[in-house]
Nanobody, 121 residues
Framework: QLQASGGGLVQTGGSLRLSCAAS????????MGWFRQAPGKEREFVAA????????LYADSVKGRFTISRDNAKNTVYLQMNSLKPEDTAKYYC????????????????WGQGTLVTVSS
């Protein structure tokens, strides 16, 4: 089970940190990812992190502004979002992918319920 939290309303240029707490399986066996879906748009990849946290992937649209990290002792993955823009407004989902690190949505096995991020201009 994946439980995302930390969303909210923030002004342009602000910051938010999303968290995703995992339970029920061995967290360190899973690569983790964040995806987002804006109203009327398809879900898209945001960031991914390897099982150990040593390797990360980012969408070009967030590179340099967002940072994904994980704490395997706490079974939690984070997404630090800085310099937020109105186009970052979306529902953000965390997902777990057994063993690998990938940006491919179809490779993820488990999904959280999402947390809404709204960036006002």
């Amino acid at each position: 089970q994946l439980q995302a939290s930390g969303g909210g309303l923030v002004q342009t240029g602000g910051s938010l940190r999303l968290s995703c707490a995992a339970s029920g399986r061995t967290f360190s066996d899973y690569g983790m990812g964040w995806f987002r879906q804006a109203p009327g748009k398809e879900r898209e990849f945001v960031a991914a992190i390897s099982r150990s946290g040593a390797n990360t992937l980012y969408a070009d649209s967030v590179k340099g502004r967002f940072t994904i990290s994980r704490d395997n002792a706490k079974n939690t993955v984070y997404l630090q979002m800085n310099s937020l823009k109105p186009e970052d407004t979306a529902k953000y989902y965390c997902a777990a992918n057994y063993w690998t690190t990938t940006h491919t949505m179809g490779n993820y096995d488990y999904w959280g319920q999402g947390t809404l991020v709204t960036v006002s201009s």
